[in-house]
């Protein structure tokens, strides 16, 4: 995984009724899109990133990583959504 900021605290828990909490790496600040996507485009690039299977037997497909790039690229594009 890569950071953009690296946590300086991994874990804070209390369970204390009166100050409940539970964070992991909370000062930590992480690209979502670059880990789980970006990446990958160099190596895996024409490798299949996703496989799904809809609610009828011939509905059906995948992604490989290059077209999801280029699906979340224009989804984030479209302002109309």
């Not at 300086?8 to 539970?22: E, L």
């Not at 799904?52 to 109309?80: F, N």
């Amino acid at each position: 995984m890569d950071w953009m900021t690296q946590p300086t605290t991994i874990k804070d828990v209390s369970f204390d009724k009166a100050d409940f909490r539970i964070r992991w790496f909370e000062d930590g600040v992480l690209n979502v899109a670059w880990n789980c996507l970006d990446r990958h485009l160099e190596m895996r690039g024409d490798q299949t990133a996703i496989l799904w299977e809809g609610d009828e037997p011939t509905q059906s497909g995948g992604l490989t990583y290059r077209e999801l790039h280029a699906e979340v690229c224009r989804m984030s594009a479209d302002v109309s959504l």
